[in-house]
């Protein structure tokens, strides 16, 4: 194929490895799970972000549905991780609640940590 292998240590390395059947090395594992555990963090963040700003967008639905949750858990102060897990599931809710308006924050959201991690290529243009 190209000349232009990735050497190891390198996600695309890992992958070659991967497609020849060869055995993975310790520099191209250590490059896998780096690009993994960035990968999920990154998610998070944009999905962070997204129910942030879906929250800022519906304040009057997001304090409703805080309330309510707040209750259910027994929340009585808005500090400790007791009060952050129950935000997080009213935000949650709230995007359940309105799906076709959280959709396109979070992919907004994904575009913006995509072009985080792999910023693009001008030198590589094919
Ligand atoms: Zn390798």
Request: proline share 6%; aromatic share 8%; hydrophobic share 35%.
């Amino acid at each position: 194929m190209s000349s232009d292998l990735r050497p190891c240590g390198t996600r695309a390395a890992y992958e070659r490895h991967r497609r020849h059947g060869q055995p993975i090395d310790e520099a191209c594992r250590k490059a896998k799970s780096a690009y993994v555990y960035a990968k999920r963090g990154g998610y998070q963040r944009a999905r962070n972000r997204a129910l942030t700003r879906l929250a800022r967008t519906f304040p009057e639905m997001f304090a409703r549905l805080e309330a309510e949750h707040f209750a259910a858990d027994g929340v009585t102060s808005r500090s400790g991780g007791v009060y952050q897990r129950s935000r997080r599931r009213a935000m949650a809710e709230l995007a359940r609640t309105l799906p076709e308006r959280y959709a396109p924050l979070l992919a907004a959201e994904l575009a913006a940590e995509a072009r985080r991690m792999n910023p693009p290529a001008d030198q590589e243009s094919r």
